[in-house]
């Protein structure tokens, strides 16, 4: 995958819900299954066998499914491909991915690698904005909020001012050790890839 397709806000989405699934996917301590056949099994086994079930998931008939299952048909065209992709890095390894978002609300915190367009305000002056390549952690306290808000399905307009948030303690106020009062202007997210 190039890194413009790993930069695609995912359908229903956008950049920062994108790179919180793909950090996720990053700890991943086995490779997900990569053959439709494997995916269906393994997907039927999380929706307990029903193949009625998996099939409008997938968006598919019940004999799609089967057939698979079957492996009677191997190549699947690209929505279904994509589809099965998805749902199986969406169920693989709950413990693991569990795990990580606990150690990134409770101690590690998370990195953020971004580029995008900061422009800045405080006391009464004004920075004029510029696109910027930033690496930063970000606390725990801001990782728990984030996470929380992401499994609380909220949209990408709702988990911008945190991240925006975020970035500005850890980079430019240095944890509210100077530069007091500044707000920082988070914009125009060209790419974003967390880690935790």
Known sequence: MSNDEQQQPAPGGGKILAALKRAERKVFTRPAPKS???QVEFLLT?????TKALAERL????RTVERYRAGKLTTPQKRLRAALVEETESEWQPQVRTQARQRASTSNGMMVHTVAYFGFT???SSDDGRQRHITTAISPTY???ILQLQEAGATEEELHPIVAKAITE???TDWGSRCEGLAAHFTDVQSIEFEF
Not at 59 to 62: E, M, Q
């Open 36 to 38: 439709a056949k494997v």
């Open 59 to 62: 968006d598919v008939s019940r």
């Open 122 to 124: 405080a006391s009464g």
């Open 143 to 145: 990782a728990k909020q």
């Open 46 to 50: 999380r929706m307990k066998g029903s």
């Open 170 to 172: 850890s980079y430019f």
